[in-house]
C-alpha cells in the first residue's frame, strides 16, 4: 500500500517531462454534455499522471526485458542500456511528435527523483565503513571537486585563449569556472548504478561513493557561487564576495549536515513512539526524511547531504525501534523507489539528449572538456592519494587509484544543473549543454562499459561477501576495545578513541533517549548476530522442510531430538523426529474421520476461535517434525489476519491433505507407525495397518511428546513446546490464554497420563470396530474432540509449513513473557531461544 | 628537532628495543614520555595502578584484562621495553618488511599471528591454550550489555563456541580462533597508525 502511496506523491510530477503541469488539467470538460453520456472520454483528467505512470511502466519494462538475458547484463551496465533505451525514445517521440518531449527537468530530478535514490544509499550505506574513510572521503569530496573544478574551469579558459574553441562559444574566465563546477562533481547516482555491478572491494566502494554522495556541498556552493558572480558580472564581484564563497562552503555543507542530523534525531524519536500505529512507521521514514530533504532545499542547503546524514544517522534507532516487518517495508520501499528513480533518470537522459534544440557543437570544447576532466581527475586523485597515504593506516595503492580516477562519472546532476543556466547570462549555454551531455554519456557508457574488464584486467581487490558468524562479530568487538584502550595507554586521542568515546555516549543518553525501552534492552550487535543467525537457521531449516529436521536433528548438537534420545542409531532418530508428526497427525487424522459425534460435540465446545491457536500449534509441530512441504507457500505470511490465513488455506488444502498424508506415510514410515491410532478415520476400512507391531514403539514417545507439552518444557520436545506456547499473535493472545486454560483443563488429562496415551492404539482398534468411542475414558474424548474440531478444517502441510515464517512475523507484535517459558536446559537452548527470542522484538 | 636523537638516546638499551619492536626512535621517545608520564612517583616501572588510573581504561569492559596482558606471569612490574614490547602488536605491518625478512628471526611482534595471539590471550585467562565455553562466558559477560539475560547469554556463548570449535572438544584452540577469523583483515583491524 504505502508502496503505491508514496511514488504518487512524486508521480504527478516525476516524468510527466514536458507536460509539466500536475494533476488540475485545465482540460475537464467545462461545457456539460448534452445528455447522458454512456461513455466518456476523460484523457484530460488523467493525462499527466497517466503518463508518469506510462514511463515508468516502460522503464520497469525496459529492465525486466534486459535482464532477461544474463549475457548481456553482465556485459553491460544497465544504465547504458537505459541511456539507449532512452535514446531510441526519444527518437521515437521526435519522429512521431515532431518536437522533443518528456524531458529531464531540473525541477523534476531534484525534487522527486534524486532524493530516492540519495535516502538509499544513505541509509544503507555502512556506517562503520564510512567513519573509517571519512578523512580520505571528505579529501577527495572537497579538495578534489574544488580541484577538479577550477583545473578544468581554467584549462578550458586558456583552451579557448589558445583559440582552439570557436570564437562562437562566447564565455569568459567566469563561465567556464561555472561549466567546470557543474562538470566535475562525480555523480552519486551514474556511480552507484556502475559500481554496484562492478563489486569492487568495499573501501574503494565507499571512497568513491562517499566522495559522490559529500561532493553534492561542494558542487552546489561552486554552482551557486560562480553563477551570481556570472550574473553580476566580473567586474562587480568584490573581494568580500569571495570570501562570502567560501564562507558558503562551510554554511552549505554543515548547514545541510545539520538539518539531516536534525531530522534524524527527529525521526527515531518519533518512531519510539509508534508502537501502537505499526502501519505508519515506514511511512514516518520517508516523510521526515524528504522533509529533510525539501527544509535543506528550501534553505539553499544541500539536500543531498541532508538526506544522507539523515539516512545515516537515523538508521541504528529507527530499526532498533521500528517492527521487523516496517523494516522490511522500508527496505523494499526504498529499494524499489531508488530503483525506479535511477531507472527514469537514465531513461529521461537518453531522451534528453535527442532534442537538437538545446544542442550547440563545438568539437573543440566537448574534445577538450573530455580531456580535462579525465586527466585533472586522475592528476587530482594521484595527488590526494600521495598525501592520504602518509596518513592512512592502508594505504591506497596504485590499482586503486586507477580505478578512482577512471570510476569518477558523471551523470544526471551535471545535466540537471548545466540545464539550469540562464542562456541570457551565459550565452554558451548551449555549448554546455552538448559538451555536458557528451561527457555524461561518456562516462556512463565508455567509461560504464570499461570498467568492469578494467577492473578485472587490473585484478582488483573485490567485495567478498561472507556471512557475519559470532566468532568475528565478537572478536571484532574485542579488537575495538582493545585498540581503544591501546590509544588509552598510548595517551594517543585518535580515531579508535574517540569512536569508543562516541559509542558510549550513545549507549548512555542516545539509545537511551531514542530507543523504545524494550528495545534498548536486547540492543547489542553480538546479540543481533546470534539472532540473525539464528533467525537464518530457522528459515533454512523450514525451507528444507523435515526431511532435513533428522539430519539437523544429527548436526546440530542442541537439537533437542538428539538430547532426548538414548539410542543413536539414526533410525532411532527418525523415529523420534516422526513419532511427534504422528501424534499431530493422528489428531488430525481422527478428525477427519468426523463421524463422532462426540467429537462434534467437543468440537462446537471449542469453536471461536479457541482451537485456533492450538491448532496453529499443531501445525508448526508437525512441519517440523515431519517433512514439512517446501515453503511455496510463505506467501500467505503476507495475509494480516492470522486467523483468515489458517481458514482460507484450510479450505484450499483440504483436499490436498488426503495426499500429504499419504506423503507422510509412504516417506518416514515410522510415522505411520506412530499415527494407527488416528488414522482409524483414514484408514478405517484397511485393518491390517493398525495390528501392525509398529503400533508398540511409538505410543511411549506419543506419551514423550506429550508430557513435555504439558509441562511446557523438558529437554526431548522442546521446539514443540516452544512453540505451543509461545507462538501467539498478540491480537489472539486473550483468546489464546482462555484456550490455553480450557486446553488444559479439558484436553490436558490425556496428555499428562502417558499410561492412557500408551494405551490408545489397541482401544483405538476397538472404537473402529465399534464405531463409537463412547467406551473411552471420559477424560479422554477431549484429545480426540480437539483435534476433530481441527480436521474438520483438513488441516494443510502446505498451511503450517507458512507458519513458521508467519510466527517470525508475528512476534514482533508479541508482548514479551517468553522467557519465563524458556527450556533451562543449556543442550537445546539453541532451538528455544531462536523461537522465543522473538518476542522481545 | 635536531635534538630527538640525543633524547631517543636516553632511553636505555635504546638499539635493542628498537631491534625486537621495530619501532622507529620517534615512536620510541613518544612512548618513553609517555611512560614517564604514566609513572607516578618516578619509580622507573609502572604498576597496575598506574595503567588503571587511566580513565578511559576503567569504562573499557576488557580494560582489566588489557592491563594485565601488560603484566605477564604475574609480575607486578613494568619496565619500558615490556611495555613497548606489549605496544609493538600494534604497529602497523609494513609492507616491505616481508620481504626481506630473514626467516631465521623470529616473526615480528606485530605479525598476523602474534596479533591474534594477544587478543586470544585476553579470553584465555587460565593460558591452557584454549578458549573454553566458561571463559567465552565471561567475555561474553564483559561485551554484551547487562540487558541480555544470563541463559541468553550461554547460549550464545555455546553458539561461538560450537562455530568455531572444529575438533569438537567444546573449546576453541588457538588455531581455530585464527581459522575463525581468516577473512578478516587483521593486520589492519590490530593497528594503530602512530605506532610506526
Known amino acids: 500500500m504505502l508502496r503505491a502511496a508514496l511514488p504518487l506523491l512524486w508521480l504527478p510530477l516525476a516524468g510527466a517531462g514536458a507536460t509539466e503541469e500536475p494533476t488540475q488539467e485545465p482540460g475537464s470538460p467545462g461545457e456539460p454534455p448534452p445528455g447522458l453520456a454512456l461513455f466518456r472520454w476523460q484523457w484530460h483528467e488523467v493525462e499527466a499522471p497517466y503518463l508518469v505512470a506510462l514511463w515508468i511502466l516502460v522503464a520497469s519494462l525496459a529492465k525486466i526485458v534486459f535482464h532477461l538475458s544474463r549475457k548481456v547484463t553482465s556485459l553491460v551496465p544497465e544504465s547504458c542500456l537505459l541511456i539507449l533505451l532512452g535514446l531510441v525514445l526519444g527518437g521515437i517521440v521526435l519522429a512521431v511528435a515532431k518536437k522533443a518531449e518528456y524531458q529531464l527537468e531540473p525541477g523534476t530530478f531534484f525534487l522527486f527523483l534524486l532524493p530516492p535514490i540519495v535516502l538509499d544509499s544513505g541509509y544503507f550505506m555502512p556506517s562503520r565503513l564510512f567513519f573509517d574513510n571519512l578523512g580520505a572521503i571528505l579529501t577527495y569530496a572537497v579538495v578534489g571537486t574544488l580541484w577538479n573544478a577550477f583545473t578544468t574551469g581554467a584549462a578550458l579558459w586558456g583552451l579557448q585563449q589558445a583559440g582552439l574553441v570557436a570564437p562562437r562559444v562566447q564565455a569568459g574566465l567566469l563561465d567556464f569556472l561555472l561549466f567546470g563546477s557543474l562538470i566535475s562533481a562525480v555523480d552519486p547516482v551514474a556511480v552507484l548504478a556502475v559500481f554496484e555491478e562492478v563489486h569492487v572491494n568495499e573501501t574503494l566502494f565507499i571512497i568513491v561513493f562517499g566522495e559522490s554522495l559529500l561532493n553534492d556541498a561542494v558542487t552546489v556552493v561552486l554552482y551557486k557561487v560562480c553563477n551570481s558572480f556570472v550574473e553580476m558580472g566580473s567586474a562587480n564581484v568584490q573581494a568580500t564576495d569571495y570570501l562570502k564563497g567560501v564562507a558558503s562552503l562551510f554554511v552549505v555543507s554543515l548547514g545541510g549536515a545539520a538539518v539531516g542530523l536534525v531530522f534524524a534525531f527527529l525521526l527515531a524519536l518519533t518512531t519510539r513512539f509508534t508502537k501502537r500505529v505499526r502501519i505508519i512507521e515506514p511511512l514516518l521514514v520517508f516523510l521526515l526524511a524528504y522533509a529533510a530533504y525539501l527544509t535543506a532545499e528550501m534553505a539553499s542547503l544541500s539536500a543531498i547531504l541532508a538526506v544522507t546524514m539523515c539516512g545515516l544517522g537515523c538508521k541504528k534507532y529507527v530499526e532498533a525501534n521500528i517492527s521487523h516487518k516496517s523494516r522490511t517495508a522500508v527496505k523494499y520501499t526504498m529499494k524499489t523507489l531508488a530503483s525506479c528513480a535511477e531507472t527514469i533518470i537514465f531513461m529521461l537522459l537518453g531522451i534528453s539528449a535527442v532534442d537538437s534544440s538545446k544542442w550547440a557543437w563545438d568539437s573543440g570544447l566537448v574534445l577538450g572538456t573530455l580531456f580535462f576532466i579525465l586527466f585533472f581527475r586522475a592528476l587530482g586523485v594521484v595527488l590526494q592519494t600521495w598525501v592520504l597515504n602518509q596518513f592512512r593506516l592502508v594505504p591506497l595503492d596504485k590499482i586503486d587509484q586507477v580505478v578512482m580516477s577512471y570510476g569518477g562519472l558523471r551523470g544526471a546532476v551535471a545535466f540537471a544543473l548545466v540545464i539550469l543556466l540562464d542562456r541570457t547570462k551565459i550565452p554558451a549555454k548551449d555549448y554546455f549543454v552538448a559538451t555536458t551531455i557528451v561527457v555524461v554519456f561518456f562516462t556512463v557508457i565508455v567509461q560504464g562499459l570499461t570498467i568492469k574488464p578494467l577492473v578485472k584486467w587490473l585484478k582488483v581487490k573485490r567485495s567478498e561477501h561472507h556471512k557475519p558468524t559470532l566468532n568475528q562479530e565478537l572478536h571484532e568487538h574485542t579488537f575495538d576495545h582493545i585498540l581503544a584502550a591501546v590509544e588509552d595507554v598510548v595517551g594517543h586521542h585518535g580515531y579508535h578513541y574517540w569512536r569508543d568515546r562516541w559509542e558510549q555516549f550513545d549507549k548512555k543518553y542516545l539509545s537511551q533517549l531514542l530507543m523504545r525501552r524494550s528495545a534498548y534492552r536486547i540492543r547489542d550487535q553480538i546479540w543481533d548476530v546470534y539472532y540473525r543467525l539464528n533467525i537464518r537457521d530457522a528459515i533454512s531449516f523450514v525451507d528444507q522442510g523435515g526431511h532435513v529436521l533428522s539430519s539437523t536433528g544429527l548436526t546440530l548438537p542442541s537439537m533437542p531430538s538428539r538430547n532426548s534420545v538414548a539410542e543413536t542409531s539414526v533410525t532411532n532418530l527418525l523415529r523420534e523426529s516422526g513419532s511427534g508428526a504422528c501424534l499431530d497427525l493422528q489428531v488430525i487424522d481422527t478428525v477427519r474421520s468426523g463421524r463422532d459425534r462426540e467429537d462434534a460435540v467437543m468440537h462446537h465446545l471449542l469453536c471461536g476461535g479457541l482451537y485456533k491457536p492450538r491448532y496453529r500449534k499443531d501445525g508448526m509441530a508437525n512441519t517440523e517434525a515431519t517433512n514439512g512441504k517446501p515453503p511455496r507457500d510463505l506467501g500467505f505470511q503476507d495475509t494480516a489476519a492470522v486467523i483468515l490465513t489458517v481458514e482460507s488455506e484450510e479450505e484450499e488444502d483440504s483436499d490436498s491433505s488426503e495426499t500429504e498424508k499419504e506423503d507422510d506415510e509412504g516417506i518416514i514410515f515410522v510415522a505411520r507407525a506412530t499415527s494407527e491410532v488416528l488414522q482409524e478415520g483414514k484408514v478405517s476400512g484397511s485393518l491390517e495397518v493398525c495390528p501392525s507391531p509398529r503400533i508398540i514403539p511409538p505410543s511411549p514417545t506419543c506419551a514423550e511428546k506429550e508430557l513435555p507439552w504439558k509441562s511446557g518444557q523438558g529437554d526431548l520436545a522442546v521446539y514443540v513446546s516452544s512453540e505451543t506456547t509461545k507462538i501467539v499473535p498478540v491480537d489472539m493472545q486473550t483468546g489464546w490464554n482462555q484456550s490455553i486454560s480450557s486446553l488444559e483443563s479439558l484436553a490436558s488429562p490425556p496428555c499428562t497420563q502417558a499410561p492412557p496415551m500408551t494405551r490408545l492404539p489397541p482401544r483405538s482398534l476397538v472404537t473402529e470396530e465399534s464405531q463409537a468411542p463412547l467406551n473411552l475414558p471420559s477424560d479422554l474424548r477431549p484429545s480426540f474432540a480437539f483435534p476433530t474440531s481441527l480436521a474438520k478444517a483438513g488441516r494443510s502441510h502446505s498451511e503450517s509449513s507458512a507458519d513458521i515464517p508467519q510466527q517470525q512475523e508475528l512476534q514482533p507484535l508479541m508482548g514479551h513473557e517468553d522467557h519465563t517459558h524458556l527450556s533451562p536446559g543449556t543442550a537445546n537452548s539453541h532451538w528455544c531461544i531462536q523461537f522465543n527470542r522473538g518476542g522481545r522484538l | ?196
Open chain 2, 1 to 196: 628537532m635536531g635534538s630527538r636523537s640525543s633524547h631517543a638516546a636516553r632511553i636505555p638499551d635504546v638499539d635493542s628495543i628498537q631491534r625486537e619492536t621495530g619501532f622507529s626512535q620517534a615512536s620510541l621517545l613518544r612512548l618513553y614520555h609517555r611512560f614517564r608520564a604514566l609513572d607516578r612517583n618516578k619509580k622507573g616501572y609502572l604498576s597496575r595502578v598506574d595503567l588503571q588510573e587511566i580513565g578511559a581504561l576503567a569504562v573499557n569492559p576488557l580494560g582489566d584484562r588489557i592491563i594485565d596482558s601488560f603484566f605477564p606471569d604475574g609480575s607486578l612490574q613494568l619496565d619500558f621495553p615490556g611495555f613497548v614490547r606489549v605496544l609493538a602488536h600494534f604497529r602497523p605491518v609494513d609492507v616491505e618488511d616481508h620481504g626481506n625478512r630473514d626467516p631465521q628471526e623470529p616473526e615480528p611482534l606485530n605479525s598476523r599471528m602474534n596479533k591474534l595471539r594477544f587478543a586470544f590471550q585476553l579470553y584465555d585467562l587460565d593460558r591452557d591454550g584454549k578458549i573454553s565455553r566458561h571463559e567465552m562466558l565471561q567475555v561474553l559477560r564483559l561485551m554484551v550489555g547487562v540487558q541480555v539475560t544470563e541463559e541468553q547469554l550461554e547460549s550464545i556463548a555455546d553458539r561461538t563456541v560450537q562455530e568455531a570449535d572444529e575438533d569438537g572438544d567444546g573449546a576453541v584452540s588457538f588455531l581455530e580462533f585464527t581459522k575463525s577469523l581468516e577473512k578478516m583483515n587483521i593486520e589492519q583491524k590490530m593497528s594503530i597508525r602512530i605506532l610506526k
